[in-house]
């Protein structure tokens, strides 16, 4: 900023003012500049006598010298501003550096805002004053209960001016020297909130601290005891047994130390595998599983130790290679120097792994996966019986259902079985989620998911049916596999029961498909002459009126014998028809027989379910009230008599 030299008697055509002008009439001894700045023109003066008396200046002094010149002729220019004129040079420098000291003083006040503002959101004189058991020290000074305290800044220390934050407006502290001046109780209650802000802030602070100076004394000490990694320790491990030599060598220099204490985790269940594979060289470690994995917490009444494992030994390599979370929680059980391969380094290592080796690590993976199934996911005879069809088993049975059981662990976007498909083997989900695909009018769709502790299949090999869609993997899953040929073997010497499951899974299909009802919406909607009456939100009231019906093999779903009291529509299964001449037609999915029932009559061919059947239906009853609700069900009379009795008509 630069203002040109005016003559003494010419006005200059606009005054230029600093600080705060009103200043002088507020008793600011009439500088027109703030208080910092009339202290540091005193100290300057000073400077500038001792300066003279001993007869030499430094560069350093004719610079403050010249500031304090301009400064003094800028305090004149605003008393008379055209008494003095100020070089542009110097009144710059003055300016700039005023402004440096204003902006260093209202830095320092917002800091002092913010601290007392963290401090006053604390919560405890701030919970005190809103509910009026104090009152506030600024209100009281201005009643003149209280001395009014020595800091020049009001409310202690806070500019009012630009403070935006009510709670630190409505419960700002004082500073040390201003507790002298207040009562007894008052200030037992800013010492107690300064001492919780210390517990809150400080006391964490301290322990992170104590806690690094404990890590780098460990890993001083693991330094020192911990052996070596070699290429032959690192074969031993299963996943690395087919490594290059090269590759192993390349391994074992970037491996890091780590150390922890016994009780400490190296490893948390459900976290994510970025955290490292961890090999355990010295001390012992227990692998822990949570019993309800619901809880977080895994303390002595959520954790069941599985093992316990000691040195050499490598954990956490399986959740790298599938990007699932962690299986198990690893805990020391003593003092434990262990050395970690970062995922960053393990990726870069696995993506110059020939393609041959890297399929063997996965197989070799998932084979270890399997051997740690019991460990990991066991199944109980309580878990059995949450299932239906195995519901009215006897103890003895179940045990026998889970000695045949088999460990499979399967990758993400694997098939575990399609649709159409000999359903011959049952599959129990303990870990992961699987997708359910229906083929819809040529297109595959996934219409539901199935988390753990469901089970696959299960009702098809009890039916000796097929498979009635495709299940496909949607993470890395674990399953305990029951194949048809044992789940027979064992029905076979309980022959007994087999009709009571046979039952139970009956139910239980009925229930899916009535909870399941958008899945038949397209076959109400294509019914004959329906599909021209009613409009799609009358078609949605009509698809909730259907009930799901599974018939079992040989059952006799229609005849003529008997009238016809209901709409049917196949959803699943085999149906053969018989025609008038003798002959059996199939029935299709998706068809619908029974539209005519309006008009009084007896069903035409005998249907008989060649396998499991399943089918929605809608009794005539209600059909015939949905009918007469929407005014449609003397149009659909006219029409089904003149399709049945086309002569009467013509």
Not at 304 to 325: D, H, K, N, Q, R
Request: with cysteine; net charge positive; glycine share 4%.
């Amino acid at each position: 900023m630069q203002v040109n030299n005016v003559p003494a008697t010419t006005k200059p055509s606009r005054t230029v003012r600093f600080g705060n002008a009103g200043s002088a009439k507020k008793g600011g001894k009439g500088t027109g500049l703030p208080p910092i700045q009339r202290q540091l023109s005193r100290s300057l003066l000073i400077q500038q006598r001792s300066t003279k008396q001993s007869g030499v200046v430094s560069s350093k002094k004719a610079i403050l010298l010249r500031r304090l010149t301009s400064m003094r002729k800028l305090e004149q220019m605003q008393q008379n501003p055209n008494a003095v004129s100020c070089s542009p040079s110097g009144f710059s420098e003055v300016v700039d550096w005023a402004m440096a000291a204003s902006t260093r003083k209202q830095n320092i006040r917002a800091k002092t805002k913010r601290v007392l503002g963290a401090i006053a959101r604390a919560g405890m004189f701030s919970k005190l004053v809103a509910r009026g058991a104090v009152v506030n020290p600024a209100f009281r000074i201005k009643s003149g209960q209280v001395p009014a305290p020595t800091t020049t800044v009001s409310n202690w220390g806070i500019d009012r001016r630009h403070s935006t934050d009510p709670v630190a407006e409505s419960a700002s502290l004082p500073t040390a020297t201003d507790l002298s001046y207040l009562p007894i109780n008052l200030k037992a209650t800013f010492c107690d909130l300064a001492s919780a802000t210390l517990r809150k802030y400080l006391y964490p602070r301290s322990l992170l601290w104590l806690q690094r100076l404990e890590t780098k004394r460990l890993l001083e000490h693991g330094r020192d005891v911990c052996p070596e990694m070699t290429v032959e320790l690192l074969r031993k491990q299963t996943m690395f047994k087919k490594w290059p030599q090269s590759m192993l060598e390349d391994v074992i220099k970037v491996l890091e130390l780590s150390s922890c204490e016994a009780g400490q985790f190296i490893i948390h269940e459900d976290e994510a595998s970025g955290s490292g594979i961890f090999f355990i060289m010295c001390g012992n470690v227990k692998v822990i599983k949570k019993r309800n994995r619901h809880k977080k917490s895994i303390g002595d009444d959520n954790a069941a130790t599985l093992a316990t494992l000691s040195p050499v030994v490598c954990v956490g390599e399986f959740s790298f290679l599938t990007e699932e979370p962690r299986m198990a929680s690893i805990k020391a059980a003593t003092r434990v120097h262990c050395l970690v391969l970062r995922k960053q380094d393990f990726a870069r290592f696995v993506k110059h792994l020939p393609e041959h080796t890297f399929s063997q690590i996965i197989e070799t993976a998932f084979e270890t996966r399997n051997k740690n199934m019991h460990l990991a996911h066991p199944i109980t005879e309580e878990q059995l019986r949450n299932y239906s069809i195995f519901r009215p088993c006897p103890s003895q049975m179940l045990q026998q259902f889970i000695a045949e059981l088999q460990p499979c662990a399967m990758p993400k976007d694997a098939t575990v079985c399609k649709s159409g498909e000999f359903a011959d083997k049952m599959y129990f989900l303990m870990n992961g989620s699987c997708g359910v695909f229906r083929k819809i009018c040529g297109t595959e769709i996934h219409v539901a998911t199935i988390k753990a502790k469901d089970v696959i299949c299960d009702v098809p090999v009890l039916q000796n049916g097929t498979n009635p869609n495709t299940y496909k993997t949607l993470k890395t899953c674990d399953f305990w596999v029951l194949t048809k040929s044992s789940f027979d073997q064992v029905l076979q010497a309980n022959l007994s029961i087999v009709h009571l499951m046979m039952k139970a899974a009956r139910d239980l299909r009925q229930q899916q498909l009535s909870e399941q009802k958008n899945l038949f919406k397209r076959s109400v909607s294509a019914i004959p002459l329906l599909q021209n009456l009613c409009s799609d939100s009358q078609i949605r009231e009509l698809v909730k009126q259907f009930s799901a019906k599974v018939y079992k093999p040989l059952s006799v779903i229609i005849s003529p014998a008997n009238c016809a009291d209901r709409l049917i529509i196949l959803y699943n299964g085999n149906i053969k028809i018989q025609t008038s001449n003798k002959t059996w037609v199939s029935w299709s999915e998706g068809q619908c027989v029974g539209y005519s029932c309006v008009v009084s009559h007896r069903w035409s061919h005998k249907a008989i379910a060649l396998d499991i059947v399943e089918c929605v239906e809608v009794p005539r009853i209600e059909f015939e009230s949905f009918l007469k609700k929407h005014n449609v069900y003397h149009k659909l009379v006219a029409w089904v008599k003149r399709l049945m009795f086309p002569k009467a008509f013509d």
